[in-house]
């Protein structure tokens, strides 16, 4: 039997747990003991293995946003390639500013600046910054009203 075959068996078989996997599979990758189609296929068979840890839980998460990101940064690096071929152009998106036109979108855990505008997207309506947060708040505007906020007007459709 060959090493991938081995290697198959032992991780259908729940024979380690998924750290354990990933860190062999990453050395005989480093060694050149599995091509890259073999590694791929492994270590997709690898994300059923249990984890050791909630740390092992969020890195997989992690890992699985990193793989799911890549794959879209590929896909509008390709459209954007056919665009171009075909005379078109995509401009680039707006980035908010804070005015009240281009509020920033809040979500817990923002660093919030005063004098900025945020949308908040639980209830889609436009708040003013009345003071500077300087630590993370795990609030959104409507929750910190008379505190941080003032409301200034709901979000046009």
């Known amino acids: 039997m060959s090493l991938f075959e081995d290697l198959k ?15 062999m599979l990453d050395d005989y990758r480093a060694r050149k003991r599995l091509t890259g189609e073999e590694y791929d296929k492994l270590m997709e068979l690898a994300k059923d293995l249990e984890v050791n840890n ?6 997989n ?18 459209i954007e390639r056919v665009v171009s071929e075909c005379g078109g152009e995509i401009k680039p998106p707006v980035e908010p500013d804070g ?10 855990g923002l660093v919030y600046e005063h004098g900025k505008h945020y949308l908040d997207p639980e209830d889609n309506k436009i708040y003013i910054c009345t003071r500077d947060s300087v ?15 003032d409301f200034v007007k709901n979000k046009e459709a």
């Open 99 to 108: 005015s009240v036109d281009n509020p920033i979108t809040a979500y817990k």
């Open 135 to 149: 630590q993370a708040l795990h609030y959104l505007p409507h929750e910190l009203i008379g505190h941080y906020f």
């Open 54 to 59: 909630d740390d092992d839980k969020l890195k």
């Open 61 to 78: 998460r992690f890992v699985a946003l990193e793989k799911s990101f890549d794959a879209l940064l590929a896909r509008v690096t390709e």
């Open 9 to 23: 068996e032992f991780i259908t078989a729940k024979a380690y747990t998924l750290t354990e996997a990933e860190e």
